[in-house]
């Protein structure tokens, strides 16, 4: 069973950045699909960026693609969420969601809330204008 932990996020100026990061532990961290989720009051949970830690393979939003970049590190079993050129839409909660995956399951499985038992517990990310 997987256990994800969040850190990272904060309060930033329209056009900073933010890195978030999701620790994973587990024994199968080569073998995990990946997507980072938002939430903003009154709106639905939304994928942003995900990855299949197997062979790298990542997909975007349209509304983060350009600026967010998600990426692995295997010695520290850890995914992160570097975001940059931050706008005030972004401000949402972020989490991370994980399962077992054996390969790129496809960016509309990705982005499924539904799909994942496993969460980080969520980091807030406020931009102000």
């Known amino acids: 069973q997987v256990q994800l932990m969040e850190s990272g996020g904060g309060s930033v100026q329209a056009g900073g950045s933010l890195r978030l990061s999701c620790a994973a532990s587990?024994?199968?961290?080569?073998?995990?699909?990946v997507t980072w989720f938002r939430q903003a009051p009154g709106k639905e949970r939304e994928g942003v960026a995900s990855?299949?830690?197997?062979?790298?393979?990542?997909d975007y939003a349209a509304s983060v693609k350009g600026r967010f970049i998600i990426s692995q590190d295997n010695a520290e079993n850890t995914v992160y969420l570097q975001m940059n050129s931050l706008k005030p839409e972004d401000t949402a909660k972020y989490y991370c969601a994980a399962g077992g995956c054996r390969t790129w399951p496809g960016s509309r499985w990705m982005f499924r809330p539904t799909n994942f038992r496993t969460w980080g517990q969520g980091n807030q990310v406020t931009v102000s204008a």
């Open positions: 587990t024994d199968s961290f080569r073998r995990l699909c």
């Open positions: 990855l299949y830690t197997g062979d790298r393979s990542t």
